[in-house]
T-cell receptor, first 110, second 115 residues
């Protein structure tokens, strides 16, 4: 079945450093979604990318969707302690079902 | 908008008892609701998908007789963990989709501990 992998599994950065997480799907995706889960919390929708090569920005967060629509990345510029959490990408397996990536856990040292 | 609530937020029960978790979409009609389970430091694993008024579709390996799902209305779905055992202890999260958008909106989750 479809698999969505993320790397790295875990990253610990100094506040102010940049952070990037990469997402790779075994199949071509119609869209890719990104979620953030704070420790002890639930996933919160961040963004959806649909077009090949699409780039979207939300303040310090930059999201990219690969040309082949099989990979994506999330880049955070100048991390802050509020960025702490686990970032998941998710791709649709069917018209209604999402497959979540393994997640990248970000810790930020103040 | 797009608020999903879950109740209870946490529950502790004895082994062998049943626990019901409610998931409600507060400001939109959810044509589809999803139930996930998440173990510590792991990703979300889809357990089942429910559409209002029809039987839930369970993922492979999920026992439908153990995890009973009822989607009685466009704003409410329930998950009942029957005869719970310690290995069922987990974080159960529902999500809802509706209002003409593909995005899933997640509830706050229910942390179940079975003693």
């Amino acid at each position: 079945g479809q698999q969505v992998m993320q790397i790295p599994q875990y990253q610990h950065v100094q506040e102010g450093e940049d952070f990037t997480t990469y997402c790779n799907s075994s199949t071509t995706l119609s869209n890719i979604q990104w979620y953030k889960q704070r420790p002890g919390g639930h996933p919160v929708f961040l963004i959806q990318l649909v077009k090949s090569g699409e780039v979207k920005k939300q303040k310090r967060l930059t999201f990219q969707f690969g040309e082949a629509k099989k990979n994506s990345s999330l880049h955070i510029t100048a991390t802050q302690t509020t960025d702490v959490g686990t970032y998941f990408c998710a791709g649709p397996e069917s018209s209604y079902k999402l497959i979540f990536g393994s997640g990248t856990r970000l810790l930020v040292r103040p | 908008g797009a608020v999903v609530s879950q109740h209870p937020s946490w529950v502790i029960c004895k082994s062998g008892t049943s626990v019901k978790i409610e998931c409600r979409s507060l400001d939109f009609q959810a044509t589809t609701m999803f139930w996930y389970r998440q173990f510590p430091k792991q990703s979300l694993m889809l357990m089942a998908t429910s559409n209002e008024g029809s039987k839930a579709t369970y993922e492979q390996g999920v026992e439908k007789d153990k995890f009973l799902i009822n989607h009685a209305s466009l704003t409410l779905s329930t998950l009942t963990v029957t005869s719970a055992h310690p290995e069922d202890s987990s974080f159960y999260i529902c999500s809802a989709r509706g209002g003409g958008v593909d995005t899933q909106y997640f509830g706050p989750g229910t942390r179940l501990t079975v003693l």
